[in-house]
């Protein structure tokens, strides 16, 4: 079992700039991969940014160039850098953690972005 807690989110305007985190329960190593995914009113929970305990990252289109994922092995937490913010950002970002046989998932941090 591996539990996840989140921290940061909130309410930013368009353009702004805002950090999530979280932090494992268990060391980053032992994991395959961990990343964040976002879910929007009405829409499916979609991919956002995840990274490999080889440290490639995998983006989502739409974010790419504005939003950073990272990791610090010692604290085992990973990072969202989240820049250049649109309305369309807007959601409730989950942080997610596999295993070779199970996922996980944090309780979500809400992000708004508005003017």
């Known amino acids: 079992q591996v539990k996840l807690v989140e921290s940061g989110g909130g309410w930013v305007q368009p353009g702004g700039s805002l950090g999530l985190s979280c932090e494992a329960s268990?060391?980053?190593?032992?994991?395959?991969?961990m990343g964040w995914y976002r879910q929007a009113p009405g829409k499916q929970r979609e991919l956002v940014a995840t990274?490999?305990?080889?440290?490639?990252?995998n983006y989502a289109p739409s974010v790419k160039g504005r939003f950073t994922v990272s990791r610090d092995n010692a604290k085992n937490t990973v990072y969202l850098q989240m820049a250049g913010l649109r309305p369309e950002d807007t959601a409730v970002y989950f942080c997610?953690?596999?295993?070779?046989?199970?996922?996980?998932w944090g309780q979500g941090t809400q992000v708004t972005v508005s003017s």
């Open positions: 997610y953690a596999r295993t070779v046989i199970e996922e996980y």
């Open positions: 268990k060391s980053f190593f032992s994991l395959n991969s």
């Open positions: 990274m490999t305990i080889t440290g490639s990252d």
